[in-house]
């Protein structure tokens, strides 16, 4: 197998890897509200939300020893170990428990850390310049199936139900489980490069990545990788792209938490709000494959750059927004188990729930394979720190927003999400700017 054939299996094992542990991750995420308001009767007395925010503020401090982890452990490793956690987090929904449900999002939330800068540092270096955009997309595409197939099922497991039983949840949270294992094991797969660097080496050398270093190597590594991380969160590329960052951190909570929520808690849908969480679900999955698609396969033959992506993003965005504000009723986010008979400006209508689902879907792929492959293109050199950092605002904005959708009516949390996407498309604006003109001059762009 050549280099290049070799390069893109390892793409292509790492979207597949991504795509089981996030079916099982992100069905669970879309449901788990739902799940959880159906246990509260009893002795469990969680909050879906809540521990969205503890994982996601976990993660976002985790982001700042990831690099030094898979500088050590090499990230090969890394995504394994990471693996297990996520299933661990499923499986607490078989039997649930308050102390065990909360434990888990702590350490799944240092698991979401190490295991996506182990990512972004396998997708830069099963990369180049001319790949990164291809490859980007590929991943994206792969990653987003997950939630085709998870809420496929939902959809028909659910269907017709208004109250999800003890059997029901642990069917779907063996299987989600097991599906969470499997992609975990497809890791082994990837096959190491010989000509790349770990994170926080210095300089190339030929040694195969993750194999095994001196204590005194590995620590001088992670040292580095840590000290790398700092000195680039102070960049003025990183600061503007945190804005964008932190805006797809807000629609991620949203679309992956909110959203389904919002759908299922709508009395006036009848019998088909639950399985219409599924169906939600399903149609986010293809906005997401489809934008990864299309953008992976243009991107070589795109000569405009990334910023027409990014702004198709944020208008697909804002439409859906304007007719989620239209079609659900303000206290959806916050309905109690019962559900809300509310409506907003016009019946609440299925077929344009659904139809903003895909929207939400097409406008995040927008912006999320627009920014791996800008930070896999100016950060060649430093693809762990780079990730981490872009892991870093992410997770600490989808936290913020877990922890406020637990009081904030729909309106509010729109309103938030279109003033900040509307800055972060502007800070990617001048950020591609640049890089554009420095690619014109012939510079070196990865020096910065």
Known sequence: MSPESKKLFNILILGVSFMFIFTAFQTCGNIAQTV??????????????????????????????????????????????????????????????????????????????????????????????????????????????????????????????????????????????????????????????????????????????????????????????????????????????????????LELTFFSGVYGTCIGAVNRFGNEEKSLIGLSGIFIGVGEILGGGIFGLVSKKNRFGRNPVVMLGIIVHFIAFYLIFFNMPNDAPIAPMEGTDGIAYMIPSKEVAIFCSFLLGLGDSCFNTQLLSILGFLYSEDSAPAFAIFKFVQSICAAVAYFYSNYFLLQWQLLIMVVVGFFGTITFFTVEWEAAAFVARGSDYSSI
């Open 36 to 249: 959880i308001t159906n246990l509260n009767n009893t002795d469990f007395h969680g909050s879906g939300y809540t521990s969205m925010s503890i994982i996601y503020g976990v993660f976002s401090a985790s982001n700042l020893i990831s690099p030094s982890v898979v500088a050590i452990v090499g990230p090969q490793l890394s995504m394994v170990i990471s693996g297990v956690f996520y299933s661990l987090y499923i499986a607490v929904f078989i039997q649930p428990s308050t102390w065990a449900f909360y434990t888990a999002s702590v350490f799944i939330g240092i698991a979401a850390a190490v295991l996506w800068t182990a990512q972004g540092n396998c997708l830069t270096v099963n990369s180049d310049e001319t790949t990164i955009g291809r490859n980007s997309g590929i991943f994206w595409a792969l990653l987003q199936s997950s939630l085709f197939f998870g809420n496929l099922y939902i959809y028909f497991a659910w269907q017709g139900k208004t109250h999800i039983s003890e059997s029901d949840r642990r069917t779907v949270f063996i299987a989600l489980t097991v599906i969470s294992l499997v992609g975990t094991v497809l890791f082994f797969l990837i096959r190491k490069q010989e000509d790349t660097k770990a994170p926080g080496e210095e300089d190339s050398t030929n040694e195969i990545q993750g194999d095994s270093s001196s204590s005194q190597s590995k620590m001088t590594r992670a040292v580095a990788a840590f000290k790398r991380s700092i000195k680039l969160s102070f960049t003025k590329e990183i600061l503007l792209l945190s804005v964008t960052t932190a805006y797809t951190g």
